[in-house]
């Protein structure tokens, strides 16, 4: 299994004890946002809408690469990637 570095939003710092990096281990994304759901209960549901797919505002990055370039949720992990939480920042003038 994979062990990866999650670098957490500051929004969702609260909920990993104001870290924000932490280690997780996964095989897929999928599987490393469960893992990263057992150790910070909580997050998921932030991640996450009531249908179980991933929120529309939540992009994820394994090395710099957006998932939804990839496998979204089924791209594999490799020990010692870095996984980016990134909340989309809606703007305006």
Known sequence: MAT????????????TGDKGEV????????EMID???QS??????RLY???GKLRR???IY????DIRFLDGESTKLGDGDD???IPAIAGGV
Request: proline share 7%.
């Open 4 to 15: 990866v570095k999650v670098r957490i939003p500051t929004p969702l710092q609260k909920i």
């Open 23 to 30: 280690e997780t281990n996964g095989e897929t994304v999928k």
């Open 35 to 37: 893992n990263l759901e």
């Open 40 to 45: 910070y209960p909580g997050l998921k549901e």
């Open 49 to 51: 809408d009531e249908e």
């Open 57 to 59: 505002f939540i992009n």
């Open 62 to 65: 394994v090395n710099e690469e």
């Open 83 to 85: 996984v980016s939480i």
